[in-house]
């Protein structure tokens, strides 16, 4: 029978800076869209999406609740998919200009930013979370 293999050191403390790092970007996201809202409803609206003005504040809510959830690991796995989905999809609406090398740099953290949303889906919350 294998031998079980022991956690790497420092797993759980590496697991808090994963979600502390991913709910500060979404909490500032959140902050910025809600201090500058008109501005928000405008790019949406350029971008195309249905109903900017109601979009907006849907998005604020869910920039602000993942990343609550991710700070006090509550739900994480489910919450890390959202945001995994939500990174993916936000990277080739907002930033699929292959062209534009800043636009491209844009698309590829929003997928980094999910990579390690998924990371965290795959792993959990750790055992310093309210999952535990």
């Known amino acids: ?23 500060l970007l979404f909490a500032v996201a959140a902050y910025n869209k809600l201090v500058g809202y008109a501005g928000a409803v405008g790019y ?12 907006t504040p849907a998005i604020i809510a869910f920039e602000a609740l993942a990343a609550l959830l991710l700070l006090v690991g509550y739900q994480t796995r489910i919450v890390a998919l959202m ?28 997928f980094a930013i999910a990579g390690g949303a998924l990371a965290l889906y795959a792993s959990g919350a750790g055992s310093r979370s309210l999952d535990r």
């Open 44 to 55: 949406f609206r350029r971008l195309g999406l249905p109903e900017p003005a109601m979009v």
């Open 1 to 23: 029978m294998p031998k079980a293999r022991s956690p790497a050191p420092f797993a759980d403390a590496a697991l808090v800076i994963a979600r502390l790092c991913i709910a």
């Open 83 to 110: 945001v995994a989905g939500f990174c993916i999809a936000s990277g080739l609406l907002a930033h699929f200009n292959l062209s534009d090398p800043n636009q491209l740099n844009h698309l590829l953290k929003n």
